[in-house]
């Protein structure tokens, strides 16, 4: 056949295909997905890139090419940005090998020493300038290179997030930075002094609720009056795959408000869950120039098929290719890559904030339990004793209600969590002392979930296990401490959620150890729900410090635990004694003065 002959319009913006009718050649520039048909000519877009892969495929299938008037010259100058395009590749590259030798003193603005595949990560970062998206496997510190880069370059920073990880990014920058931060509750509390780091969730941005004090403006509409007041620039999107949808409204204010935003980070550790096209709404954020037409990306990337509906995009295509193309906006590292670096344990806390309400009926609950154990405390004999217990239920019956009612306030939490572990492709062991939570979370995993009580039989006990470790699709495995904390092996996942804590740290450790073991290749990340200035936190400090006395006994060796479980219930019991008689000594001297 003859020369295929490419012509620049008059406009500059688009290239015109001119050729002999040949079906092959044909289908060949229809697999291209970046070619349309305007009767008589093909045209596509006169951009660097799109000029190279059209003529790169012609080429490559032995056509013949004639370049009409000025294309010669775009095509050579293609060709050097290809040069340089290849160059910032294999510099990213180079950094994401070894930016753990970035010249940077984290001591001066970490109060942690990063790892050296964070260091890699915040180098990554720098390079980046800030627009990038950390796809780091869960466990592996997102959060803390994302913290680096902004308290480095001293960024006033907009942080937004499910609602389940605001006060865990709160703890998170008090952790590792000096920075001050703030999370609104409603548009109601804005900050009005100056902060390092705003603290949001996903639903303001799409909340339409007015103030109740007499102000007119949205929560949206305060909020974006406060990113222009507050000069944010830079803002970092935690679980960013909730912005893979373009008709989501949350993802529609994102893209508006704050594409300009000069430095916009990503966290996810699972920036596509099935499909290609869930990709592009992440790329367009970090690179709206270069991600900038969603058809050509879905008819190229998305095994588009044409329909008698129109295009089907939930497929994929030229997948090398898409890798390649992205490789410089990513950085992702699993745990097997790192597991020289990291510990054999990484411990998390997950803190959960009361509202108005929960926190009115959790202060009941333990104004109650504390006052049975007064009276306790002040029973002159056994006898009495019984008779308090028999008229108020005994102290320890009600310490258990008021940990039941944290563990319960933390069951939406875990799903949240439990679910964003699944969709990253791993699985996850959970546990609590209390059937009504397993029960729950079981209903509400069905088939994707087994559960180890003791009330199971051996047989069924041990079946459980197998469809855990065995089973692609079963994904989470949820214990109680007393039965499923000792005897079995659960290596399949390397990830173990906590609802509630046992009474010892021996407990904590046997139940951890059932991912920590022969055959595990991972680090096992360790994760505690706890509800904020609750019994969880005196119950997770009292483990704390029975570790360390236990730690100091044994000189660092393994023994046996039981000579704290005696202990920890009565401390705890002392402490709450403790507190309410200085609550009482410090009323009377106020009386008194």
């Not at 944010?232 to 994102?254: M, Q, S, Y």
């Not at 997948?319 to 745990?335: A, G, H, S």
């Not at 008229?391 to 009600?398: A, H, Q, W």
């Not at 055959?519 to 410090?545: F, H, M, P």
């Amino acid at each position: 056949m003859s020369s295929i002959i490419f012509t620049l319009s008059e406009n500059r913006k688009n290239i015109y295909l001119r050729f002999d009718y040949f079906k092959p050649l044909i289908e060949l520039i229809k697999s291209l997905g970046t070619c349309n048909w305007r009767d008589p000519w093909w045209v596509f877009r006169a951009d660097n890139r799109t000029l190279l892969l059209v003529c790169n495929s012609l080429l490559g299938a032995n056509y013949t090419l004639t370049f009409e008037g000025e294309i010669q010259k775009l095509y050579d100058k293609a060709l050097k940005w290809e040069e340089q395009w290849i160059e910032q590749i294999q510099r990213i590259e180079e950094i994401k090998r070894n930016g753990h030798l970035i010249n940077v003193d984290f001591s001066s603005f970490l109060k942690i020493q990063p790892y050296d595949f964070q260091k890699a990560g915040f180098a990554f970062l720098q390079e980046r300038n800030g627009c990038a998206i950390v796809a780091d496997e869960m466990g592996l510190g997102k959060s803390m290179q994302a913290l680096a880069y902004t308290a480095y370059n001293k960024l006033t920073t907009l942080v937004i997030c499910p609602a389940s990880l605001k006060e865990n990014w709160r703890c998170e920058i008090e952790k590792f930075t000096w920075k001050s931060c703030y999370i609104p509750v409603s548009g109601v509390d804005l900050p009005k002094e100056h902060f390092d780091y705003l603290i949001i969730n996903y639903e303001m941005l799409v909340s339409k609720k007015k103030p109740k004090d007499g102000r007119k403006k949205s929560t949206l509409e305060q909020l974006l009056a406060l990113v222009k007041k507050e000069k944010i620039n830079c803002v970092v999107c935690d679980e960013a795959h909730r912005i893979k949808n373009p008709t989501a409204k949350a993802t529609k204010v994102i893209h508006k408000e704050f594409k300009k935003i000069p430095h916009r980070i990503l966290l996810t550790g699972t920036p596509i869950k099935s499909r290609p096209i869930e990709y592009f709404s992440l790329l367009k954020f970090i690179d709206p120039i270069r991600w900038n037409n969603r058809s050509e990306y879905a008819m190229r990337y998305c095994g588009a098929t044409k329909t008698r509906w129109g295009y089907d995009f939930s497929g994929a295509s030229n997948l090398q290719e898409l890798y390649k193309e992205t490789t410089p906006y990513v950085i992702r590292r699993e745990k097997s890559e790192v597991l020289k670096e990291l510990p054999d344990k990484i411990y998390t806390t997950v803190p959960i904030l009361f509202d108005e309400q929960q926190q009115k009926q959790y202060e009941k609950l333990e104004d109650d339990f504390v006052n049975t154990l007064e009276l306790e405390e002040d029973a002159q004999s056994d006898e009495e004793i019984k008779e308090v217990r028999k008229k108020n239920m005994s102290s320890l019956s009600k310490v258990h209600a008021l940990r039941m009612y944290t563990s319960d306030l933390k069951i939406k939490y875990a799903i949240e969590l439990i679910e964003s572990i699944i969709e990253a492709g791993q699985k996850v062991i959970v546990f609590s002392q209390y059937l009504k939570i397993i029960a729950a979370l079981h209903k509400h995993f069905g088939e994707k979930s087994v559960t180890l009580t003791g009330s199971l039989s051996g047989q069924q006990r041990q079946e459980n296990v197998i469809r855990f470790q065995t089973h692609e699709s079963c994904k989470v495995f949820i214990g109680s401490i007393g039965a499923a904390g000792v005897g079995i092996t659960l290596v399949a996942s390397s990830t173990v959620i906590f609802l509630d804590l046992p009474w010892t740290s021996g407990d904590f450790d046997q139940c951890s150890d059932r991912a920590h073991r022969i055959g595990q290749k991972n680090a096992v990340s360790i994760i505690t729900l706890s509800c904020e200035n609750s019994i969880d936190e005196r119950v997770r400090n009292l483990l704390a410090e029975k570790r360390v006395i236990l730690n100091q006994v044994l000189n660092g060796r393994q023994g046996d635990d039981r000579i704290e479980s005696s202990n920890i219930y009565k401390d705890l019991l002392l402490g709450y004694l403790g507190d309410k008689k200085r609550k009482k000594r410090a009323k009377t001297v106020a009386v008194s003065v």
